[in-house]
């Protein structure tokens, strides 16, 4: 009998101690569970669904389902079904903000509601980030923000052309991310209407028979308005680019062209430019 006890005390301390270190590990695993959205949607009409910010990822459950960004705009995904009926599916969305959506969708003949407007606060999963830089997009935005609010930093480099002036008037780093601040000029009565602004990285002058290279940088963000400088104006564009230094022999060429105009402006940036960016705190 006092075997058996013993035995009996035994196992019940072992089981004990086998919940207590199963109730440890468990606390020790934190899980957050994501409650999708319950969508209906229909083969007969389109839903549009309106996000906060550029949308930048979709991937739906079934290929009963079609999906598109709605022309013209990066912000609003068009939803359909593509036969009647479909067996109930997912849709994930990814926005330039780092946050997910999740939609559950199920088939409706009729829907009351077709345009839905989701806010900050819907998104089920946030921090989601994307490759190539180490912070998302809401906070490239912020960052360029604060960089047009600031003083000029950076003096001399700039060009002119007809009464139109571009210079580089500050440049900062934030982690991966390069904020460089441009500050356009129009001195005249003419509108500037701006057909494109381009960032490379390019070859000093060589021989007219040597082979010359080049690699475009673009942009992770534009802050301003890249349409037109209107006349007798000023303006501030603040340009987030992935981080990077210049080879020797090489420069930063910043071209300007006008639509159908001949006030094209180009500056070159070197090295020695580049590296002394502020740090963005």
Excluded: C, W
């Excluded at 709605?70 to 849709?91: C, M, R, S, Y």
């Excluded at 003083?151 to 210079?167: L, N, P, Q």
């Amino acid at each position: 009998m006092k075997k058996i006890s013993a035995r009996v005390v035994t196992g019940i301390l072992l089981l004990l101690l086998s919940v207590r270190l199963f109730a440890q590990n468990n606390a020790e695993t934190k899980v957050t569970v994501i409650k999708p959205y319950v969508l209906p949607i229909t083969f007969y009409k389109t839903t549009n669904l309106i996000f906060p910010y550029a949308i930048k990822s979709v991937d739906r459950g079934s290929k009963d389902i079609l999906v598109q960004k709605a022309k013209g705009v990066e912000n609003i995904l068009q939803v359909k079904a593509g036969k009647p009926g479909f067996d109930q599916t997912n849709l994930t969305v990814i926005t330039a903000d780092g946050k997910l959506y999740s939609y559950i969708l199920n088939y409706s003949d009729t829907l009351s509601v077709l345009n839905i407007r989701f806010d900050n606060t819907t998104a089920v999963y946030p921090e989601a980030l994307f490759p190539n830089i180490s912070i998302n997009e809401a906070q490239v935005k912020a960052d360029a923000d604060t960089v047009a609010m600031t003083k000029e930093t950076i003096h001399g480099v700039k060009d002119k052309s007809y009464g139109m002036k571009m210079k580089v008037s500050g440049l900062y780093i934030k982690g991966d991310v390069l904020f460089l601040r441009l500050t356009l000029q129009n001195q005249t009565n003419i509108n500037y209407d701006i057909d494109q602004l381009r960032f490379y990285i390019r070859d000093e002058k060589k021989a007219k028979r040597t082979a010359t290279q080049e690699l475009e940088i673009s942009p992770l963000y534009i802050k301003g308005d890249t349409l037109v400088i209107a006349r007798q104006t000023e303006k501030v564009f603040v340009y987030a680019l992935p981080k990077f230094t210049i080879p020797d022999k090489k420069y930063l060429a910043i071209e300007l062209m006008e639509k159908s105009g001949g006030r094209h402006l180009r500056i070159h940036v070197h090295n020695k430019t580049i590296i002394r960016a502020k740090l963005l705190q």
